[in-house]
C-alpha cells in the first residue's frame, strides 16, 4: 500500500472522518488518496485557519481534530495556529507535507524544517525518513496528543516516503505511550486543609474542561461550600447561574470574583496554572491563605506561587479521593452568606446603557437571549473576547471556546468553522471584531464553499479596540497605528460578495431581529453591528498596582 493511503487508513481507523487542510506539491499524494478515502477534506483558505478550524473541532467536541498543509510556507502558516493550540492545551494532530529525504538541507524548492520549527509548540514530532516508521509515528502521536496533559502532536511526512510501499501488516500496530498516572499521597493531608478552612475557594482552570471533570467539580464545589472562580479557560465549567459561580478572575475578570479571593483562607486551583492575566499582584491571595494545586502537569507547580501541597493527578481521580476522605462535610455557613453577598452584588448591577451609540454589554444581552445549551459561541481576540466572557451566560462546559494564552487574533471565525463541523447539530456563533475578522476574512469562502452555516457577531467600532482602550487609559491618548475606520470595508457587501448573507445594525431595537434572522438563514451569515468607539471593556484590573483599577457602568 502507498503510504499516503496508508495515511488516510490509519486516520480513519482512529474514527476521522474530516480534516483541515490545503494543497501543495509535497501533498498532493495524500490529497490524491482523498478521493478515493472516507477521509473528507475541508478546504481552507490559509494554512493557519486549518490549525485554528482543528482546534475549535477539538475544543467543541473532545475529539482530536486534525490539520494537513505542504511543505515550506504551508508548514510556517501553520505554526501559528498550531502554537494558540499548544498554549490552552488542545489535542491536535498537525500533518506537513516535505521535500525528499535525499534533498534535505540542500535548500530544495519549499523546503523549511518543520520539524525544528514545531519543537517548542507541540508535545511530540516527528520526521518520517523511513516509511516502517509511519505508524508508530502516527499511533504514539496519536495517543500522546490526549495522554496527561494534551497538546498538539506534529509528523513531518517526506514525499519519497508517503510515495513509497508498506506493508498492511504493519499498520495495525499499537505502542504503548508514557503514562504515569496519579500520585494522590497528599489527599489526606489536603482534605485536612479543607476541614480546617472558614472560606475555602475553588480556582478552576481550562483543565477541568479538557478532562471532562466539569459534574466532578460542581459536586465538590456544592459539598465543601466553595465558591467557584474561573480564568478565561474555565469559562463553562460551571454554569453561569449557579449560585456558587462568581464568574471570572482577571485583569478584566468581576470585582466579586476578586472579593471571594482575597477573602479565602483556602485555595483550591483545578487545573488552571496561575496565569498572569488571571493572577498578579492585584489579584493575588492574602497572606496566610493556603494553596491546594491539583494538576496532571507537575511543570506548572510552584511556577509563580509557591503551593502549600502539590497533587499531580487526574482530576477526576484526585477529586474522587479528596470527597472520599471529606466523607460527610458540612460548610460553614457564615461563608455561605458572605459567597451570597458577593454573587448579589454582580447580580444587582442595574446597567443603563445609551440607545444611541450602540453599547457592546447591550449586544450580549440580546445574544444571551438566544443562548442556549445547544449553542457554541467562539471568540475572536480583545475587547469582544472579554466582554463575552464577562457577560453571556455561558452554563456548560465546551459552550466557550476562546484563545487564552496566546492570545491569537483572528481565531474566532475559523475555529467557528471548525466547531461547527464537528458538531453539525449545534448553533455556532463566533463574536469578533474587525481587526480579528480581516485577519481570516478569507475563510468566508471555506464557510460558503463547504457549506458551514455559523453566524458571525461583528463588533465594528472601527478600531483596534483594546490596543485602543491601553493608550486611552495609560498612554494619555496618544492612538498609534489602532484606527480602522477610514479604511475599513462594507462587511455587509464583502460577506455577499463570499455568497454569504449579510446584515447591518445600526439601533440597538435591529439586534434580536438580526440575530434571528441569521441564525435562521442555516447559512454562513456576518451580523455588522456599529457600535460605540468609546466604550472600554471595564472593569480593568492592570497588573501594575501603579496604575489604577478602572471601573465602569458595572463594577462587579
Known sequence: MKGSKALLNMLADRGVEKIFGYPGGQVIPIFDEIL???????????????????????????????????????????????????ADSVPMMVLTGQVASSVLGMGAFQEVDAFSLMMPVTKYNYRVLELSQLPKAMDVGWKLARAGRPGPVHVDLPIDSINSDIDEGLLTCNFNVPNAGSDLSNIPAATELIRAARSPVILAGGGVISSDTSDDVVKFAEMIGAPVITPMMGVGCIPYDHPLSLGPLGMHGRMSALDAIKSADLLIVLGARFSDRTYSKRTSINPGCKIIHVDIDSTEFDKRVPATLNIRADLRDAIGEMMRHLGPFVPKDEWAVQVAGFKAKCAGCNIELPNDPIAPQRVMHEINKVLDDNTIITTDVGQNQMWAMHHLRINRPRQFISSGSLGTMGFGLPSALGAKVACPEKKVMTITGDGGLLMVIQELATAVAEDIPVVICLLNNGWLGMVKQWQKLFWDKRYSSTRLYDSNPDFVKLAEAFGAKGIRVERPGEIADALRQAFASDRPCLVDIICDPEEDMLPMIPNNPAQQIVRGRCQY
Open 36 to 86: 478515493d478515502s472516507s477521509v473528507e477534506n475541508v478546504l481552507v483558505r490559509h494554512e493557519q485557519c486549518a490549525a485554528h478550524m482543528a482546534d475549535g473541532f477539538s475544543r467543541a467536541s473532545g475529539r482530536t481534530g486534525v490539520c494537513l498543509a505542504t511543505s515550506g510556507p504551508g508548514a510556517t502558516n501553520l505554526v501559528t495556529g498550531v502554537a494558540t493550540a499548544y
